[in-house]
Every structure is written in structure tokens, then in C-alpha cells.
């Protein structure tokens, strides 16, 4: 304390507070780098871990399996009347899977979503449970990418006809076989833990398959379990799939890593690893009309341990080998004598086999939030009004006066309230008004939007007028200015642990709003390039036509870790040269992309309870609408000067 | 229009605030009623619905372990109607009496009842409070009476108010210490503190009794009212401290830790009441603070008492270290974190006890510095004023 004090008596006797406040600016630019560097030292050797399986019970791959050649014959008989009848009507087909599950000893049921899809299901009462606890094993008929699922729905034929036989099982099974991965198979999540008369008991896992190829064979796996709001299942499943698949000799792919880069594992590697699972974490449950969903999205939110297995290629190992690994992770959530609970929930993975916990990649968003946190105080202490620019700061200035505090806050309040009844009318408007009849009117609003608040942006620019000098109008915009970025910064802390990877995101997409200024006009002309980066729909733009450009971050890594011209000169000439820009019908593709993020993020609470548009309209919209009311207004004096006009 | 005629036009809009939202929004009391942040099995309307269903069919409420409610409550529950005007008429009844507290203070600073007024009436915390109609309001609103009576040295009225609030909830007994201190004040006499004693003593007594006739000659009710909180015999999260030992520690430290809590909550009742026994109402404020993060069952309601009365004291926020503003924004921070945690806890399953249990400590930490803040500031204060310094005067005063 004595140190303490000594530094408090040297600040105050070199008058150091003054010049320290004047510095807090750049203390949050700098506490924003420090996150950004955070979580690129993350992938650093040391600074991670090599998974492991912490649940005792688990023990996974201890059992030899015997899903093989004999099995496979199955598995091909299934196929074969799945392509036969994969046209069929829809009721057709799947009574046809419904009788096949009867022979072999299932319950089945259907079920019956409000917009007529439907989900097959079945139940198998395991002898030996107490029928309180199921596993689930999902095969739906459409993958995500949006063809037939024919091999995932063979092999799950197969599958369930085997565990029918094993005698092992303590756990329900529940084989579940939806139109689709995304609204059919959630529909039928939500109405089992809610309204359906026949189930099989609490969800301990569910395991989706996707294999679209009529092969025998495939080449290696990829694993998807990125849930909504920032869910993810425990790590233990995670780790059982990945090594039981690698011990059944599959690679394992983690988004949608390419097969040439399945053997890395260096930084860039690790960091391109984490950086799309925090972007596909920060975007997961924002999903079109049709196709995108791969089911963990489906069953987020109920405490189901999801992941789900999509095959790739089509030679390599034979498809019971996809068999033996889903049986293997059935064994091994079966040996559970409690809910998942020893692993992580809160994880990043680098590689398969290396990931970075809650403790180290929160400080990341802690640091890009408090850099909010700081400005809104460097916004109270006067620093964001040019006019104080040559001023030294003293405390007297800090004080405001009642009138402007309460004209400061209403202004704040109206924006806030404003914005949250825009965001919830519409996602009232996309309710009631269905994509597929109004997809001209969904564009026009989308990129009606888009050009808008790019348009208003430019304001600072345009504007030409002159105020009269005033004390309230500085006090009252400082107020609705520091109010803001608190607000912020206090949305985003919240959000921090629930949402890691949004909270992070989001602060550093809004962290230019943290360099708006304002004063006379004439001088806040540099705010219109912070608020257009700053824009949450500026933002929607880029993800949605990056998503249909089918951007891979991979692709730039390669250009950046093995640079060579030939290199840069072949991908600028397939991704660029060989594009034909000016295909209406290509164009027309490109701008839909962020028609359907847009689609996805209005109906996203509605259909998955995910959370992301009242996140962005709550809170991120108010704030840089009220840093564009902000720059929009003349303030003609510095708070240091009310005494001399008044 | 002047400022008398400006408080009451306040108060009555956040009258009527309080009961549009829920006539508007009926679900917002069945929420807030669910959060941990409003609800204690002490306190929940849920379980105050209950004690009167079992109380209209003919089921003796005392008979099981849900209701903690005193039997006059009880009844007088089962009589009102319209409950959302009660509670709102309730909440600004709290806020009339904090204007008028405010009013009859001798402090040389002080807000305007205008500002005292519109604090209270657009307080989020009271108007959530009031929302989720728990019956803490009432104990806040029996609480603040008493305040108002014992500081216009109504003495009587104020130890009748305070045997109600104590036979409402079982801490306010506390009080009692200054209120005698402070009759003690004003008339000198030592006669008059056991007079005293005597009336609230008989008081009480009577709430008893008539309580036990009420029950069919039964105590058990003292039992679920009274001795649930000392034994803290409901261990169910809460933002408070004591949950999260009794369910760590082995059973056979649980009286030993049950003493501790409760002697530590009672501890400091004696100490402030004598060092402040020139500013009672101050004393008796801090021991609310203190009480709220000392006591069983704390919940949001409890702190709005707290945080609302902290109006009052404009004399003491000079010598503050952290500003009143400051200190309300960390509170409603914490406050919002706390929901969160417990969402990462009860329904994502991704978290565990430590998180909620953490942003709780926090809390309290928070509420503990605001405390030993102000307590600082006033004893400057003091010093200045005996000394006969400005108070704008740079001393620096250090404590031992």
C-alpha cells in the first residue's frame, strides 16, 4: 500500500491525471490490439493443450466390433432400395424405412411438423435400461449440402439392425430420420422434450450422419459441433469421435478443413483451425430457408451432447468402417453412469487433437470489451470533443449539468427503444412473410438496407450547417456518446460467457465507433469511414457474398505460408479471371448470399432460439445509429468553455 | 407548477407505470417470480399463491414445507384482490415515505423531493421489485415506515411498525437496537427504553398469539417462519453467501456455521448503533446494507431498500472515493451478470455452482465496499464538521 500511496502522491504532485486522461483513447485501441494479439499467440506452441478423454467411464475403442463384411451386405440391400425409391413421394419413403424398422423390432412413429414435413422415428426399449436415458442416431434425408443423404441412411439401416442384435446396450436408442437436418429435424427435437407421447427418455447424445455417395467407400470424416448461442457439446464426445476415428484410421476434418491439409500441424494451420471455428461458432444457426443445417444446430439448447459425421470422398476405407466408429461412440456414451460433465464445455480447437480452454481464450473478448469500457470512460472525460483537443483536462469539466444529463440519456433511451422495436418488427415481418413467395421483397429489404446505412454514413460529409455555440448541446452529446459505448461494452460483457466467439467478433466489427469524434462539423468528416466499417449491415454484406463466393480461409493461408507467384497467379486466375463477373445469373446467386444470412438472422430466435439478430439489433445497431446522430450534430464549443458563454 | 405539487404527479406516473406493465404484460411477474434475482422460498409469490390456495380449500398451510409466510399475511393475502394496484400502491407508498424521510432529515445537503421522487418512481430495481410481488415489498415498505416514524420521534407508531416487521421477517428485530438508542436520545430517560422495550415486546406477542390461535393452537408456524431462516433449512441458490457453504461443507460443521452466519449478521447492530448514535437513520441504513449481504435469503428487493435510501445521503457523497453513479451502474452490472451465469448454469449445463456463485461474491463485495464507503465518509464528515474545517478543505485523513 505504502508503494501505492507513493504513486499517488507522485501523479498528483506532477499533475500526471491530466495527461493520463488524454491518453485513455489510446489505451483502448491498444487493449483491442491486445486482443486480437491474444488470440493469435493462442495456436503458439505451449500455449495450448492435447486433448484427452476425462470421463473415466467412457472408455471408447475398447471393445472389438464386429459391424463388418457381413453387416456390409446389409447395408448395400438397404442402399439399393433407397436409390430405387429415393424419388418416391415423400409419406412413401418414409414408410418404407417405418416398416423396415418394425421388422427389425422398433418402435416407430412419425411425426408431423406444422408445415408438413415429416420425421420417421423409432425407439428401441433396450432390455437391460431402466428407459430413462437415450442415444440418438439421426440420419436425415437431405444433407446440408443439399443432396440424399444414400450412404448416411444405409449405413444408419445397418446400424440399427446390428445394435438391435448386441445385448449390450444400458441406454434407449433412438433411430430419427428427417426430411431435413435443420427446421424438420429441430421441429421434432423441440415437440419431444415438449408435447410427444412416445419417447424413450433424456437425450445423453445424438449423432448425425451424412453421407450423400452411392460408394462403397469413403476417405475421411469430418466432424461438425458447433451448436447455437456459442453451445458445444463436451469435449469427451468430441475427443471419443476423433479418436475412435482415428483409430479406426480415418483423418479427421474439422471445418471444413481441405484433405491436403488434414496432416498440418503448425501455427498457421492451428490459427486457420481456430479462426473458422470462431467464425462458424459466431454464425451457427443463421441458416436459409433450406439447406446449410447439419443438425447440431437442431438439437442445441437442450442439453444434448451433438456432433455430426459427414463422410468425404469416395475411396479410401469401406463404409462399415464409418459403421464401427458410430458403434464405437454408441459403446462408449453407453459405459456413461452420469451425464456428460468432466470435460470441457467451452473449448476452441486447434487441430483434432489440440484445443484451447474457457480460461485461456477469455481474456481475448475481455480485452477487446473492456476496450469499450474504457472509451465510454474516455468519452465521459471529454476526450471524443475536438474542441477540447489543445485543452488540458481538469476535473471541474467533468460535471454536467442536470437539464443536458437527462436530454443526454432520453436520447440514448429513444435511439435504444427505437431500435430494439425495429429489430423485433422484424422478426415479427419475417414470421408472417414466407421466403419462398416473397424472396424479391426479402432482397430489396436486405439490400435496401445495406445501401441505406452506407448511404447515411456520408452524412458527417454532406451536412453543412451551423449551430449556436452551447454548453448543453457538447453536455448533452457527451452523455448519449459515453452512455452508448457503455451500453456496449456492457452488452458484450454479458454476452462473454455464454457467446464467446460473438462477443468477440462484435467488438472488434463495432471497434471503430470507438474513434468518433465530434465537434464542428467540418471536422468530423473522417467519422463517415467509421461508421460505413463500423455498419452491422456493412458486415452482412461481406459474410453473405463471402459465403457464396465460397471463400476458404485455407486458400489464403497457402498463398500466405507457401507464397510463390505461380501459386498467387493460379488461384488469382480460377478465383478471379475464370469468373465470368458479369453473369446475371452468377451476380443474382451473389447477392442472395446476404438475402439468406439476413433471412437466417430474423428467423434465427423463432427457429433455433438463436440469439444473434437481438444481439446485433439490441445492442450494436442503437449504439452506431446514436454515433451517427452523434456526428450528425454541430458542437460548436469544448466543456471547458461553458463558463465563458454562459 | 410547483415542486410539491411535481413530486406527487411523479409518484402517481410511476403508480401507474407499475400497473400498465403488468395489466399490459401479464407473464412479467411469473417471470421475474422464476429468476433467482426475485425470488426466494421465503419470499415468491409463487409460494405466497399456494399458501393461499391451501388456505381457501381448507388445508392447513402450516401442515407441510412450503409456506413461510406469517398466518396474518397469509390472511390478509387471501382477502386482497387486484394485487398488482396493491403492489404498485405498495412500491409508491415506499417512495412517498422516502420523499418524505428525505424532507424531515436535518442533513445540510439534500436532493429536492422532485429528485427523490423521480429516483424512486423510475427506479428500474423498484420497478422490477414491486413486479415480481414478492413479499419482501412489504417488509421494505414496514422498514421504511418505521424509519419515518422513529425520525419524527413518533415513537409509539414506530415500535408498533417495527413489531409488525418483525413478526414479518425475522431480522428486523435488529432494529430495535436503535430504535431504543434513539428514544433514548430524545427523552433521556432510561424509563422510557424498558417502557419501550415492554410495548414492542407486547406487540409482537400479540401478532404471536393471534397467529397461534389462527393456526388452530398450533406453533409450527414459527417453525417455517422464523426458525427456516435461522437453520437456513431451504438450500436453493440465491445472490447471498450462505447457500453455496451449507452445500459444500459436511453436515457435521452445519451448526457450527449456522452460529457464525448468524451471530456475523447481528454482529455489527450493536457497534453501529452506538457510534452513530447522533444519526440514527444513517446507522440503521448501513445496517440494512449490511443485513442484505449477511442475511439467508436475500434477494433484489432487499438491495432496492438499500440502493433507494442512498438518495438520502447527498451529505456524505463528498468525501466519497467511488461516486453514487458509479456505485449503481456496478450493481446493475453485476445484477445483469448474475441471470446470466445462473442460464450458464440450471439450463446450458455449461457451467457450474463457482460461476453464479462467484458473480454473488462479487456482489457482495461490491455492496461491502459501498458500505465501508460511506461509513468512511461519514466519519470525515463528522470530523470536519467537530473540527469546524470546510469540507472542501485538502486534508487528508487516514484510517487505523
Aim: charged share 15%.
Amino acid at each position: 500500500m505504502a508503494l501505492l500511496e507513493t504513486i499517488q502522491r507522485k501523479i498528483t504532485k506532477y499533475g500526471l491525471l491530466p495527461k493520463l486522461v488524454r491518453f485513455l483513447p489510446k489505451v483502448s485501441t491498444l487493449l483491442t490490439l491486445l486482443g486480437l494479439i491474444w488470440i493469435l499467440i493462442l495456436p503458439l506452441d505451449g500455449q495450448f493443450r492435447t486433448t484427452y478423454i476425462s470421463e473415466n467411464a467412457l472408455m471408447p475403442s475398447q471393445a472389438y466390433s464386429f459391424f463388418r463384411e457381413s453387416e456390409w451386405n446389409f447395408v448395400r440391400g438397404y442402399r439399393d432400395q433407397i436409390i430405387e425409391h429415393i424419388d418416391d413421394p415423400m409419406d412413401e419413403r418414409h414408410e418404407m424405412l417405418s416398416s423396415w424398422m418394425k421388422t427389425i423390432g422398433y418402435k416407430t412413429f412419425e411425426y408431423r411438423s406444422a408445415n408438413d414435413s415429416r420425421t420417421t422415428y423409432g425407439i428401441y426399449h433396450v432390455p437391460k435400461g431402466d428407459d430413462t436415458e437415450a442415444m440418438v442416431i439421426v440420419a436425415p434425408w437431405t444433407t446440408s449440402d443439399g443432396e440424399k443423404n444414400i450412404g448416411g441412411l444405409a449405413l444408419t439401416m445397418g446400424l440399427i439392425r446390428y445394435f438391435h442384435r448386441l445385448s449390450i446396450w444400458s441406454k434407449n436408442i433412438i433411430v430419427v430420420f428427417p426430411e431435413d437436418g435443420q427446421d424438420t429435424l429441430r421441429k421434432w427435437v423441440d415437440a419431444y422434450h415438449t408435447t410427444l407421447d412416445e419417447t424413450g427418455g433424456s437425450m445423453e447424445s445424438a449423432i448425425v450422419i451424412e453421407y450423400s455417395s452411392e460408394s462403397d467407400e469413403l476417405d475421411y470424416v469430418e466432424v461438425k459441433y458447433v451448436g447455437v448461442n456459442g453451445q458445444l457439446p463436451n469435449l469427451d464426445l468430441v475427443n471419443c469421435a476423433v479418436m475412435i476415428s482415428e483409430h479406426e484410421g480415418f483423418k479427421v476434418s474439422l471445418h471444413n478443413t481441405p484433405k491436403g491439409q488434414l496432416w498440418a500441424n503448425d501455427y498457421p494451420s492451428r490459427l486457420t483451425t481456430l479462426l473458422k471455428g470462431l467464425f462458424s461458432m459466431a454464425t451457427a444457426g443463421l441458416l436459409p430457408e433450406t439447406g446449410g443445417g447439419n443438425g447440431c444446430e437442431a438439437f442445441s439448447g437442450w442439453n444434448v451432447q451433438t456432433l455430426t459425421f459427414k463422410a468425404r470422398g469416395t475411396e479410401g476405407r469401406d463404409i462399415t468402417t464409418l459403421g464401427r466408429v458410430i458403434e464405437a461412440c454408441f459403446r462408449a456414451v453407453n459405459n456413461l453412469l452420469e451425464k456428460f460433465h468432466q470435460s470441457f464445455f467451452f473449448y476452441l480447437l486447434l487441430t483434432p487433437n489440440h484445443f484451447v480452454s474457457i480460461g485461456n481464450y477469455l481474456p481475448a473478448a475481455v480485452l477487446t470489451a473492456s476496450s469499450f469500457v474504457i472509451s465510454s470512460l474516455s468519452a465521459f472525460l471529454t476526450n471524443n470533443n475536438v474542441n477540447n483537443k489543445h485543452i488540458n483536462f481538469n476535473d471541474a469539466a467533468i460535471k454536467v449539468d442536470t437539464l443536458p444529463l437527462m436530454n443526454g440519456l432520453l436520447l440514448f433511451t429513444t435511439v435504444t427503444v427505437g431500435s430494439i422495436i425495429f429489430g423485433t418488427l422484424l422478426m415479427w415481418f419475417s414470421s408472417i412473410v414466407s421466403f419462398a413467395d416473397n424472396n424479391n421483397l426479402y432482397t430489396k429489404l436486405t439490400w435496401g438496407l445495406i445501401l441505406a446505412t452506407t448511404t447515411v454514413s456520408t452524412l458527417p460529409v454532406v451536412l453543412r450547417y451551423k449551430s449556436q455555440p452551447s454548453a448543453a448541446i457538447s453536455q448533452t452529446v457527451r452523455v448519449a456518446n459515453g452512455c452508448s459505448l457503455f451500453y456496449l461494452a456492457f452488452a458484450l460483457v454479458s454476452l462473454l460467457v455464454l457467446h464467446f466467439s460473438l462477443s468477440l467478433l462484435i467488438s472488434l466489427a463495432a471497434f471503430p465507433l470507438t474513434f468518433i469524434r465530434y465537434g464542428p462539423l467540418r471536422q468530423n468528416r473522417k467519422n463517415s469511414i467509421w461508421l460505413i466499417l463500423s455498419s452491422p449491415f456493412l458486415w452482412l454484406a461481406i459474410v453473405g457474398v463471402a459465403r457464396k463466393m465460397e471463400f476458404q480461409l485455407d486458400i489464403v493461408r497457402n498463398l500466405i505460408q507457401y507464397f510463390s507467384v505461380p501459386l498467387l497467379r493460379h488461384e488469382l486466375q480460377t478465383k478471379i479471371f475464370d469468373t465470368d463477373w458479369l453473369n446475371p445469373a452468377f451476380l443474382q446467386n451473389l447477392l442472395q448470399g446476404p438475402v439468406e444470412i439476413f433471412y437466417g438472422l430474423l428467423t434465427g430466435y423463432r427457429r433455433f432460439q438463436t440469439w444473434t439478430w437481438m444481439v446485433i439489433s439490441f445492442a450494436w445497431l442503437p449504439v452506431w445509429i446514436m454515433s451517427l446522430i452523434i456526428t450528425c450534430i454541430d458542437v460548436q464549443i469544448g466543456d471547458f468553455e461553458k463558463r465563458k458563454v454562459n | 407548477m410547483t415542486m410539491v405539487e411535481s413530486e406527487y404527479i411523479i409518484l402517481t406516473t410511476g403508480f401507474f407505470i407499475r400497473l400498465a406493465v403488468p395489466a399490459l404484460y401479464p407473464q412479467i411477474t411469473s417471470i421475474l417470480d422464476k429468476s433467482v434475482l426475485f425470488s426466494t422460498p421465503i419470499s415468491s409469490f409463487r409460494s405466497l399463491q399456494e399458501g393461499i390456495f391451501l388456505l381457501t380449500s381448507d388445508i392447513d398451510p402450516y401442515n407441510g414445507e412450503v409456506v413461510h409466510f406469517p398466518p396474518l399475511l397469509l390472511v390478509l393475502f387471501s382477502q386482497l384482490t387486484h394485487l398488482n394496484a396493491v403492489f404498485a400502491a405498495f412500491d409508491t407508498l415506499i417512495g412517498f415515505l422516502l420523499v418524505q424521510i428525505n424532507k424531515n432529515t436535518k442533513y445540510s445537503t439534500k436532493f429536492s423531493s422532485g429528485v427523490v421522487a423521480t429516483f424512486y418512481a423510475f427506479n428500474p430495481l423498484a420497478i422490477l421489485s414491486t413486479l415480481s410481488k414478492s413479499t419482501t415489498v412489504i417488509n421494505n415498505l414496514t422498514l421504511i415506515l418505521f424509519f419515518h416514524f422513529t425520525l419524527q420521534n413518533k415513537f409509539r407508531a414506530s415500535i408498533v411498525t417495527l413489531a409488525i416487521s418483525t413478526y414479518l421477517t425475522y431480522y428486523n428485530w435488529y432494529f430495535a437496537v436503535p430504535l431504543m438508542f434513539s428514544i433514548y436520545q430524545s427523552t433521556r430517560s432510561q424509563q422510557a427504553v424498558v417502557r419501550s422495550l415492554i410495548l414492542y415486546i407486547a406487540s409482537i406477542s400479540a401478532l404471536l398469539y393471534s397467529s397461534y390461535i389462527l393456526t388452530n393452537n398450533s406453533l409450527r408456524f414459527l417453525y417455517l417462519n422464523y426458525a427456516s431462516i435461522v437453520l437456513f433449512k431451504k438450500i436453493v441458490p440465491n445472490i447471498g453467501l450462505w447457500w453455496y457453504f451449507f452445500t459444500e461443507i459436511f453436515d457435521f460443521f452445519s451448526s457450527f456455521y449456522l452460529s457464525v452466519f448468524n451471530i456475523y449478521s447481528f454482529i455489527f447492530v450493536v457497534p453501529l448503533a452506538t457510534r452513530f448514535r447522533n444519526d440514527l437513520l444513517f446507522a440503521s441504513w448501513i445496517l440494512v446494507g449490511f443485513v442484505n449481504f449477511a442475511k439467508a435469503y436475500p434477494t433484489v428487493t432487499d438491495l432496492n431498500l438499500f440502493y433507494s435510501m442512498l438518495i438520502i445521503f447527498k451529505v456524505y457523497y463528498k468525501k466519497l472515493k467511488f461516486s453514487p453513479f458509479l456505485s449503481y451502474l456496478g450493481v446493475i452490472l453485476i445484477l445483469t451478470l448474475l441471470p446470466v451465469f445462473y442460464y450458464v448454469w440450471m439450463s446450458l449445463n455449461s457451467g457450474n455452482a463457482n460461476f453464479f456463485y462467484a458473480i454473488g461474491l462479487v456482489l457482495s463485495i461490491l455492496q461491502t465496499i459501498i458500505v465501508s464507503d460511506f461509513l468512511w465518509s461519514k466519519i470525515q464528515t463528522e470530523y470536519f464538521e467537530s473540527k469546524n474545517i470546510n469540507i472542501d478543505t485538502i486534508v487528508k485523513l487516514t484510517q487505523i
